[in-house]
């Protein structure tokens, strides 16, 4: 029997142990903020080759949470599930992450000025991160070598599904963190999976700098709206590629096909696709039986499926919902355009910020895009798929951001610290 | 009579109102992001020019505002006051605003990647922001140059008591706009002075891209706990400043002089002095006899009481609160510490993370503070007075932050600005 009365106690419990977390995390984040960048990366690597020599360990604690998940989607069970494979490349990542640079004690800008004092904005960790995601093990690992580089305590909350797996994973990295004489608190995994701790987490706004939820849009929603510390998130990747007059067909068709399906359900897959009216007449055709050949069901406006039809292609017609659609899927929107100022008017009212390309021979008008269309990431002649921290040259992520208010793409070491100014004077006063 | 039912008819008012302003400030937001820095520094010049001028219509508005504030304290009624002085100043501020380089458009990063994609990280405004802010008239105008600048459009919430003086800034900033082709709608009062309003407009998380309050502390906190967007803030300056054994004796008196005297209603000026003991025992008399002399009230722990008593000083008993009170008055809490290790803890215990400084001539100690003091501003050898965007060499400033998040310090241009990613490819796709 559960009742709100009978919630009480389980509620005081969770908060107790939310009190502990942020304490311990914040203890360790003071430590951890002093500690130097070569003891960091000695953690790294010593956790890369501990991952290897635990990988039968960790294999076996995948295998309870694996018998716990008989009943999900294959697809769901092949996410949750650690390989050999799969360890060897959490390990290859944090030797990477050890070789990317530290962004605290970093010297972001300095200048002299006239009254003689030396100004410096040096790089400091956020302080304490909390980060809520789904299923993915390896995700654990990740985002605890971001934040131990980048001189932040970590609070992880994983999925359920990978509780067990998560657990032999965040051993690993405390044992080693105690190893090398680093606060082993640096990482802590919420113990329980009770989803109500997650409330009490997400009101800790004085003791938790930031929230990174990664997962499906409801999580990402409950996270953004009961948080009380800033939240660095995207909702849904709605991204759209242009192809203008001038674009050339085969390049168009390479981009079109890969920013769809070399990985269709993730955020920055092609969702939409504009095309000029002029260029669809000549190529669109083409493109269409290239897009059947991966197997996309194509939805288009009456334009497209007129195409479609002389090309022998079946295209379902669009409807309204379909244009602010994240599918997810080897699904893809098409609709045939005036010309730049509709594409960017559509891309305006349905866009969820995330990606948007534009396909062009023309210089200028590849500009016109990139300096009208404001997303976390604009693109010419690209795929949309390269948004990612590692394509964009900013080693790991923690996560994609959609936000306008401290960071904005890619969210890598630079993006989990803050600064402060370092005044260094001779007696200079203010009157 | 009032009661919950009659309220609601005004809430549905406000809520309409609130609406309007939302609407106005984004469409006028995605005209600004695309105006050129020429266009934005025209109007600023143009508008000092104005408020040269307009000298005597603003005047007028202002006495409106003045007659209504007979029962105000003389310290409120002259930070009301709009005089020829404080207008040539305002206009001067608008011409150094033009001078600044403009964060939009700025190139921040740019790196050439190995897949021969070009990526650069570009300035963007913000978009919308929310500015709530209590008595002097000519914030109003700072504001509105920083935000168009910038790129942003701003939406005015001023102290109810200067509302006829803020409506004539704001027309004269409006029409302006207007006079150079830029849309009046960037900057908006809010045109009624009813407090209920304010939290239908801190409600607004998806149509507001950030709020500053700058007020006292309980105007900000109420901003920050009702906020659904972002909120740059201070909450208190708890400022503090360490003498180290090292430190000359006239460079400390006239540091902590300055910092405590030249203007101690402010959120830079000192609040609690520490001071290391054998220092201390040599020249902590002649100190406190020199904040005698310009009327500073000690309150000290029982070292410094004694040293007082020695050197024919009076000090009241500091008492457990004062070390956590910024007394925005001629008051210095006044402790004597055993060294450095014991003044960062005490720092560390009741800053509110604005300011700190140490005064030393020793300049390991001085590197080992500025290291491990955490505060969005640490100096040495400097007043804390200096911590301001105009003397930190960033021009002006919205306000200073002492969150972690998107920016710490003096908040100027560059803060009041995001980013986004522009790729140049020539057909790289990810798989």
Redesign the interface.
Known sequence: MRSTVDESPVSEEHKALVDQLCLRARAASLVL??ASTELKNTWLRNLAHALRAGQSGLVEANALDLVEARQLSSALKDRLTLTPARIEAMAKGLEQLAGLPDPVGRVREE?A?A?G?Q?Q?VG?P??VVLFIYESRPNVTVDAAGLCVKSGNAIILRGGKEAHASNRALVELCRSELARVGLPEDAVQQVPVTDRAVVGHLLAEGERI??VVPRGGEDLVRRVAREARM?VLKHYTGNCHMYLDADA?PA?AE??VV??K???PGVCNALETLLVERAWATRHLGGLLRALKLKNVEVRGCPETAALGLAAGVQVVPANATDWDTEFLDLILAVKVVEGMDEAIAHI?RHTSGHTEAIVTGATER?EEF???V??????????T????GG???LGAEIGISTG???A??PCGLEELA??????????????
Not at 374 to 383: G, I, K, Q, R
Not at 385 to 388: G, V, W, Y
């Open positions: 903020a002093q200048r000025l009254s004092i100004v904005k400091v956020l302080g700098d930031v800033p050339d390049m390479r981009l890969d920013s399906c070399s990985r305006q590849a990139l300096r009208r404001d997303s976390a990431a604009v693109m010419v002649n690209a795929s798929r390269l948004h990612d394509e964009l040259g306008r208010f401290h904005r793409g803050s600064y402060k100014y370092l005044v260094r004077g001779t007696g200079q006063t203010r009157a």
